[in-house]
């Protein structure tokens, strides 16, 4: 368990997070895709959050590939102090507590960085992922029936958010909550040039 590490994301691991990725993703249960991105969208992706300032973790292996990660973007249709988490690990280094570690690591970057709300959609059925993230703090406050359909195949999934100080959010995004999973529209700013 020693033999891994926690670092900050950079280009150099864009292959092996793209694999991962993939791999998490191609096992049709947990992720809102059946399969990964192309590597030029993923570096694209570690570029903007290294440019926005998001949280976004890695877990490295002994020869230097990324076996897991954890992100945390904004996004288009909330507020601008929510932060959506994404997190995977690949299979083997599951259940040993580098999950919860890879999102504690995210969780208290983007506090300091002035996120008041973290947010994430989980499916119904990922009672790992569920019982991981409720233990970390993370609490349901919507479910979504049919709420991601992957390969023509719907799924519940739960809403569940942490909340880092109180806060008072109007109903306004009530009707997001229960609409369709939404399209993941990232929030980056545009470079200087
Ligand atoms: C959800 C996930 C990130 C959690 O990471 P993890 O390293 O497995 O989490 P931890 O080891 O910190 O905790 C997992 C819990 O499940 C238990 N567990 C046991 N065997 C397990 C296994 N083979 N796989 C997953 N969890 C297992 C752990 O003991 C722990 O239970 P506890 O909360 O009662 O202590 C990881 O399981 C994963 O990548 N799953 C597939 C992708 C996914 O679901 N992503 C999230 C989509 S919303």
Known sequence: MDELKIVRSSEKYA???????????????????SGGYPIEDMIRFIKGCQRCGYPQFLLIDPNGRAVGWCDI?????????????????????RG???????????INDAKKRGFNEIRLE???SNYNAIRTYTRLGFVKIAYTTDG?????????????????????RGGFEREKFFGRFP????????PNN
């Open 15 to 33: 292959v092996s997070y793209c694999e991962t990725f993939d791999e998490v993703a191609k096992e049709g249960k947990f992720l809102s895709i």
């Open 73 to 93: 973007v904004r996004r288009c249709e909330a507020p601008d102090d929510v932060g959506f988490l994404g997190v995977g690990i690949a299979k083997r280094y």
């Open 96 to 106: 040993m507590g580098w999950g919860s570690r890879l999102m504690t690591a995210a």
């Open 122 to 124: 989980v499916r119904a």
């Open 148 to 168: 991601v359909v992957t390969d023509g195949i719907a799924e519940d999934i739960w809403v569940m958010s942490l909340f880092c100080r109180e806060i008072k």
């Open 183 to 190: 399209k993941t529209g990232f929030k980056f700013k545009k």
